[in-house]
């Protein structure tokens, strides 16, 4: 058995297991929550537990708009993770860390201090996911593009942040990263809004509208011809379907009312499309009646407003480039000569490229802004949460991994700063 640990620390979600395996051993909330009805703090997988219920939770979070901000609580989700999840003992083994890209030195040296003086790991190795996703493609394929010229554009759409950022010969060039500073939080928070705003107030509901999110928003192809079929009544409005809230006595976790109704919109892109409207007109009208022993919302426009925030940022107000452009302007930071590969090797990874018909959509937007004489194809990670994670897994199962890392002694020796600098070229 391995003795690294790879632990992709992400802000909505720490990914970790063993280097040299397939998958990880746990996928849990980076965040602590208490539920109004208990005085204790619920520490990441004790989230996920189906019977515990998070309605109203008051949640605490070490990462802020992508920084990490509160060491001390990291500090205790690490502890519960290598001790209770993991089941490992740090001085006798090596850790593979993923660190936000352009982290701030200070946040360097509390993450640095936290692994070699609480935990006393054996040895510390920091990478940024671009390089890790790059790694981890081009091995699956290793006769493709991305293998062949060891160059791509990896596009990252996190929690707190999207990246487009270029990666050449497994280090990511830092002057071809662009951000977005719009990720999965700021869509719930959105969603938020909305729902509060037209239904009923969610607004310290941060884990039930992240699953409405995840499991009922899309992103529109078309979104003039969506927003006109939104306003149609009954049956004709493709898009309307209810979400349940929690009760805390017959269910405690929220779910789609209707889970083929929700689907309903899949038929809009069909051939046949034509042919199902006038079947349904047809058709004797139902009357929906909402269960009045249920809480429960409708949604409509807002299932795929939410995700246009990620390519229309400015017609919210914000003061952004949507993802295509933040693409070409990563693209044309770089040589010339990389231009024609970088384009033909775009690779989606990250949980909000999740939504069904990103990769369509952002091939739509990015097509005009591209010249002509280039490609551009883009390509979705089998598994976009876990795609950092495997890269990770892959490179501490390299035989050159321990002679990469900085050791214990090193650290104690030259300090944190000097320690880094093997990290990034």
Not at 208 to 213: L, P, R
Not at 238 to 252: A, E, K, Q, S
């Amino acid at each position: 058995m391995s003795n690294v640990v790879v632990v992709d620390n992400g802000a909505g979600l720490i990914k970790a297991g063993i280097g040299g395996e397939r998958d990880p051993t746990c996928v849990v909330p980076n965040c602590t929550a208490r539920p109004p009805s208990s005085k204790k703090w619920l520490l990441a997988d004790q989230l996920l537990s189906p019977t515990e219920d998070l309605t109203s939770a008051t949640l605490r979070r070490p990462f802020d708009r992508g920084h990490l901000i509160n060491p001390d609580l990291q500090s205790s989700l690490w502890a519960h993770l290598f001790t209770n999840l993991l089941k490992i003992h740090p001085p006798n083994t090596s850790l593979l860390l993923t660190e936000p890209l352009f982290t701030l030195p200070s946040i360097q040296r509390s993450v640095d201090e936290i692994i070699f003086e609480e935990f006393n790991f054996k040895a510390l190795f920091v990478a940024d996911s671009p390089s890790l996703v790059h790694l981890y493609e081009a091995s699956r394929r290793p006769y493709g593009l991305v293998a062949k010229t060891q160059c791509s554009l990896v596009v990252d759409c996190g929690f707190s942040f999207t990246h487009a950022a270029a990666v050449f010969q497994n280090f990511t060039l830092n002057y071809g990263v662009k951000r977005m500073d719009l990720g999965g939080k700021a869509l719930t928070n959105y969603l938020k809004e909305l729902v509060s705003y037209r239904s009923v107030n969610v607004m310290d509901e941060s884990f039930i509208m992240d699953d409405v999110k995840e499991k009922l928003c899309f992103v529109s192809l078309d979104v003039q011809r969506d927003l006109k079929i939104a306003t149609r009544p009954g049956r004709d409005n493709m898009f309307r379907c209810n979400y349940v809230l929690p009760d805390g006595i017959t269910h405690t976790k929220g779910f789609v009312k209707d889970p083929d109704e929700a689907n309903r919109y899949l038929a809009l892109d069909d051939p046949a499309e034509g042919k199902d409207e006038v079947e349904e007109q047809d058709a004797p009208r139902e009357r929906r009646n909402t269960d009045p022993t249920k809480t429960e919302f409708t949604l409509t426009n807002e299932r795929f407003l939410v995700p246009e925030m990620i390519f229309r940022p400015a017609d919210l107000g914000m003061n952004q480039a949507g993802l295509a452009e933040c693409i070409v302007r990563a693209v044309n930071s770089c040589h010339p000569h990389l231009h024609p590969v970088l384009y033909e090797s775009i690779i989606l990874t990250g949980g909000s490229t999740l939504f069904p018909r990103f990769a369509q959509r952002l091939e739509m937007e990015l097509r005009p802004l591209v010249p002509d004489e280039y490609q551009v194809k883009i390509t979705s990670q089998e598994d976009p949460i876990l795609g950092v994670w495997r890269g990770g897994s892959l490179l501490a199962s390299s035989p050159d991994f321990e002679a990469m890392c900085v050791t214990k002694a090193e650290y104690e020796e030259l300090g944190s700063a000097r320690c880094h600098r093997r990290f990034f070229h």
